[in-house]
């Protein structure tokens, strides 16, 4: 299976990505995190309302293989938080970059998005 | 890196992973739709990473005994037997499955990771015997389907095979040798033949129904079962009855290596044993994660999942002997959480009918 990285998001070297409109910024993990993981068995997410910091942990995945941190790609405030996932995390694997998104954060630190990855930047980091 | 005899069979539809020096499959479609295939129907396993050994010698079994606790000497050809090879101070070297061929020939199949240290081994203490590891084809047929799938294959009537059973039979494609022996639970078939005669047996069984499965449902699998993995859940630091597997031990047979140090523990009793853990919630406990109760840590996780079969986290602990009576709470430490267990019988899961 071919994995995808749609050109529009923006990515971190720690597998996530961000989905940008405006101030907001959608968070999810890429296809390649998905992959690695294999079958996903437990999420744990921040609550709304809550601050996060870019590069600090703000959330756990765990599969049948391994267990990850998740990493802020932005700083913000959570916004919304994907509860329906907690309760079926492998559901994320079939659409990463929409059903599964994790988060939503406004950004109070818009300028951080300057240091996100490319989608070419993040393929070349993979590859690399 | 090694690669199986099958691997040209599933190169292309498997996702790989290395393990114990060779390149497998870790999974085809995926551990779900695996994991129900052998559960319910018959999932297909290549094997070829085991070890196998065959020995030769006048009297065999009687030679080979005294490196086992269980007695073998009985054995006829045609039957199997469960055991562990022992170190001096009763501390397990491997698991293995001694099946008895013809007059004075056994077969071993013995963990991938083990294989070398194994003939070194058996070279030091039967320098009698004749000593020839194989690499043929070898493959798993497991699940309630997996005894009519391989009956396609061949006119010999396996259902008169007993549960470690096993015999060579005819097909289409050569002679196979079949074993009613597996790790998974269930009713099921290993099978050994030459690599060219595995590779059209492995797509034969696939088109009589069989889904291929990988090293992860493989390992959901004999978790549930409550069957040991060697290296993980027990090591030459670990005895059998350490380990639960005092069922091994015939005390009434005569003298077997570590045989001294198992009456020691016997009546001293061990200080850890291997329990069985269940929990609630879908967090995986994990090899290593401490065992706790009374805010003390009183054992280690060996290995863990979140089983398919029960909807449950299980896991395999050795655990401090005042706390694995069965029904006793204790926790678990997954990172910053600790979450609440049983203990339970190892056997999680056990097929009806």
């Known amino acids: 299976m071919a994995l995808t990285y749609p050109v529009e998001l923006h990515y971190t070297a720690t597998h996530e990505y961000v989905a940008l409109t405006g101030d907001v910024a959608v968070v999810g993990i890429t296809a390649f995190a998905v992959e690695e993981l294999g079958d996903i068995t437990y999420l744990e997410l921040p609550s709304?309302?809550?601050?996060?910091t870019r590069g600090e942990r703000f959330g756990t995945i765990e599969s049948v293989k391994a267990v990850s941190d998740l990493y802020a790609p932005v700083s913000g405030v959570v916004t919304a938080v994907h509860e329906e996932l907690v309760d079926a995390p492998e559901t994320i694997a079939s659409d990463p970059y929409g059903n599964g998104w994790l988060l939503k954060i406004r950004l109070t630190h818009p300028q951080e998005t300057e240091k996100l990855l490319t989608a070419a930047d993040y393929q070349a980091h993979l590859g690399g | 890196m090694r690669y199986s005899p099958l691997w040209e069979c599933y190169q292309n539809?498997?996702?790989?992973?290395?393990?114990?020096?060779?390149?497998?499959?870790?999974?085809?479609?995926?551990?779900?739709?695996e994991h129900q295939a052998v559960r319910q129907r018959a999932g297909l396993f290549d094997i070829?990473?085991?070890?196998?050994?065959?020995?030769?010698?006048?009297?065999?079994?009687?030679?080979?005994?005294?490196?086992?606790?269980?007695?073998?000497?009985?054995?006829?050809?045609?039957?199997?037997?469960?055991?562990?090879?022992?170190?001096?101070l009763g501390g397990i070297i491997d698991d293995i499955i001694i099946y008895t061929q013809g007059e004075g020939q056994i077969k071993l199949i013995?963990?991938?990771?083990?294989?070398?240290?194994?003939?070194?081994?058996?070279?030091q203490h039967l320098p009698r015997a004749v000593i020839q590891p194989t690499s043929q084809a070898l493959?798993?047929?497991?699940?309630?389907?997996?005894?009519?799938?391989?009956?396609?294959?061949t006119p010999v009537a396996l259902q008169t095979i007993p549960r470690f059973g096993h015999t060579i039979v005819s097909t289409k494609f050569g002679h196979i040798w079949v074993a009613r022996t597996g790790y998974t639970g269930e009713d099921g078939w290993e099978i050994q033949a030459e690599p060219a005669v595995g590779q059209a047996l492995w797509r034969e069984l696939l088109a009589q129904g069989a889904?291929?499965?990988?090293?992860v449902a493989r390992d959901m699998l004999r978790l549930e079962a409550g069957l040991h993995l060697y290296g993980q859940d027990m090591n030459e630091s670990s005895t059998?009855?350490?380990?639960?597997?005092?069922?091994?031990?015939?005390w009434d047979k005569?003298?077997?290596?570590?045989?001294?140090?198992?009456?020691?523990?016997?009546?001293?009793?061990v200080a850890q044993k291997l329990v069985g853990l269940v929990g609630t919630g879908r967090r995986i406990f994990r090899p290593g994660y401490p065992v706790r109760a009374q805010g003390q840590t009183v054992g280690h996780i060996t290995s863990g999942t979140l089983s398919l079969s029960l909807g449950q986290p299980i896991g395999l602990a050795y655990v401090d002997t005042p706390w694995t009576a069965l029904g006793t709470p204790l926790t678990v430490q997954v990172r910053e959480q600790e979450l609440p267990v049983t203990v339970v019988k190892r056997t999680f899961y056990t097929r009806t009918g």
């Open chain 2, 211 to 215: 889904t291929p499965c990988g090293l």
């Open chain 2, 254 to 269: 005569g003298d077997f290596l570590g045989r001294a140090r198992l009456i020691t523990q016997k009546n001293q009793g």
């Open chain 2, 13 to 33: 539809q498997a996702k790989l992973t290395e393990f114990a020096g060779w390149m497998l499959p870790a999974q085809f479609a995926g551990l779900t739709p």
């Open chain 2, 110 to 123: 013995v963990n991938a990771a083990c294989t070398e240290k194994n003939r070194k081994w058996l070279h």
């Open chain 2, 240 to 250: 059998p009855l350490e380990a639960g597997l005092g069922w091994l031990v015939a």
């Open chain 1, 48 to 52: 709304v309302g809550q601050t996060v």
């Open chain 2, 48 to 88: 070829s990473h085991m070890g196998q050994i065959e020995l030769q010698s006048p009297h065999i079994l009687e030679d080979f005994n005294p490196l086992v606790p269980t007695a073998i000497t009985q054995l006829k050809p045609g039957q199997a037997q469960y055991t562990v090879l022992l170190n001096s």
């Open chain 2, 139 to 153: 493959m798993a047929l497991q699940g309630p389907d997996a005894t009519g799938i391989l009956q396609t294959l």
